[in-house]
């Protein structure tokens, strides 16, 4: 186990040696594997979005083998999906990449105001499909948030209990956000700090603007100066907000886009902030599938400080 790992690892002191062996298991494979660094490709977007907006654009997608398969050849630290995709798949794949149970989902049909996850997958489900870690989703800002907070609390202390990491999706949205307000550079630091709080071991939020907007917030970011004008503050800011950076906190790859060069420098950001790397789903799993494995390649070489873009 390289330094680096084990520094990581010191930072969750309260935690089982078998939470901390999955968590181990996360670091320590695939082409990132001791560098500290992770992406994750994760594919719950058939659930969320349906199985034409996700996987149309590239047809060999409707195949959960297909997502194994693309996770293990392009060296992900992991593979992260809802229940029905790794028990599709999972027998095929024993042992190659470590896997994520997504314990809660949503879906496109009824998109509420105020939005909400139902329990899709359990901590049993995790540990008969050999998961090392289980995913939640919290919305901060949602008129629900307080009752999903308390679920990913229940979850996380059954997971942690039998050996399990606790991977948290921290996404604000709700009525009482605006638009800009889900992905400010003030909210979205908040939505770190309560993942944190939460028990997560890994936090996974979008990349901040630098619109503020809290009022309340917006008075301390001007008078302690606080750094938000680049892409890179912001993420440094964040990853400040998970524990002064003791908690591993990686960020969305966002949304479908195809422009390679925006994407670059959003992971070179990501890395030039001190971010622990990214989580790629529907920007590589809907294009063709070399190209989708380059992209990844990069975005790891990214990540790890073999290559610089920008």
Not at 240 to 260: H, M, P, T, V
Not at 281 to 306: C, T, V, W, Y
């Given at each position: 186990m390289t330094p680096r790992v084990k520094e990581i690892l010191s930072w969750y002191g309260a935690d089982s040696p078998g939470a901390l062996t999955n968590l181990a298991r996360l670091l320590n494979h695939g082409r990132l594997a001791g560098t500290g660094k992770l992406v994750i490709l994760p594919v719950d977007q058939g659930f969320e979005h349906g199985p034409a907006r996700s996987f149309a654009a590239n047809p060999p997608a409707y195949d959960p083998r297909y997502h194994f398969e693309l996770a293990i050849e392009a060296g992900c630290n992991a593979y992260a999906a809802p229940l029905g995709f790794l028990e599709a798949g999972g027998r095929d794949f024993i042992g190659d990449v470590p896997l994520i149970l997504k314990c809660n989902d949503a879906d496109s049909l009824n998109d509420g105001v105020e939005p909400d996850q139902a329990m899709t997958g359990s901590v049993a489900d995790a540990l008969r499909l050999g998961a090392s870690a289980v995913g939640f989703t919290i919305y901060p800002g949602s008129s629900n948030q307080y009752e999903m907070f308390e679920k990913v609390r229940t979850l996380a202390e059954e997971a942690k209990a039998y050996g399990l990491a606790v991977v948290i999706w921290s996404y604000p949205r709700g009525g009482a956000l605006t638009t800009a307000g889900e992905t400010s550079i003030d909210v979205?630091?908040?939505?770190?700090?309560?993942?944190?709080?939460?028990?997560a071991h890994i936090i996974k939020v979008k990349l901040p603007t630098a619109?503020?907007?809290?009022?309340?917030?917006?008075?301390?970011?001007?008078?302690?100066?606080?750094?938000?004008?680049?892409?890179?503050?912001?993420?440094?800011?964040?990853?400040?907000?998970?524990?002064?950076?003791?908690?591993?906190?990686?960020?969305?790859?966002?949304?479908?886009?195809?422009?390679?060069?925006?994407?670059?420098?959003?992971?070179?950001?990501?890395?030039?902030?001190?971010?622990?790397?990214?989580?790629?789903?529907?920007?590589?799993?809907?294009?063709?599938?070399?190209?989708?494995?380059?992209?990844?390649?990069?975005?790891?070489?990214?990540?790890?400080?073999?290559?610089?873009?920008?």
């Open positions: 979205i630091a908040y939505a770190a700090q309560i993942a944190a709080q939460l028990g619109h503020i907007e809290q009022d309340a917030a917006r008075n301390v970011y001007q008078t302690k100066k606080i750094p938000i004008a680049t892409q890179a503050d912001r993420v440094r800011h964040v990853v400040q907000a998970a524990f002064a950076g003791r908690r591993i906190l990686i960020f969305s790859g966002g949304a479908a886009n195809f422009d390679d060069k925006a994407l670059y420098e959003e992971f070179q950001a990501i890395h030039d902030g001190g971010g622990f790397g990214s989580i790629v789903g529907r920007n590589s799993f809907q294009r063709p599938h070399d190209e989708a494995i380059a992209m990844l390649h990069k975005a790891m070489d990214i990540h790890a400080g073999k290559t610089k873009v920008g």
